[in-house]
């Protein structure tokens, strides 16, 4: 199991198993997974080459209306998915949504 994310400060992810996977901080990051067998038969090193699978990908708004200064964060909702998710399918394991 190999998975590759974006990470900034603060970011809290949990790897619970090849099917449980969470970002526990306040929201998800892009995220590639792979899941793939690999057999080594000796001691000697191995070069092993795979596609990582995007399962979460990375979300910009961009606003270019006028704003008062004091507006500086926005909310945003999400109503399906969630932050969990099965990193050996790809899917999410909640259909819950976050804001």
């Known amino acids: 199991m190999a998975v590759a994310r974006y990470y900034n400060d ?3 992810f949990t790897l619970t198993s090849p099917t449980e996977a969470a970002y526990t901080s306040e929201r998800p990051r892009e995220t590639f997974c792979l899941k793939q067998d690999v057999t080594v038969t000796s001691a000697t090193p191995l070069d092993q080459e795979a596609t ?3 399962i979460s990908s990375w979300l910009k708004i ?3 209306d006028g704003r ?3 507006a500086t964060k926005i909310r945003t909702t999400f109503g399906k998915g ?18």
């Not at 969630?82 to 804001?99: C, E, Q, R, V």
């Open 68 to 70: 008062p200064a004091s």
């Open 82 to 99: 969630g932050k969990g998710f099965n990193p050996t399918t790809g899917l999410a394991t909640t259909d819950t949504g976050f804001s």
């Open 52 to 54: 990582m699978d995007r």
């Open 10 to 12: 603060g970011d809290a």
């Open 62 to 64: 961009v606003s270019t």
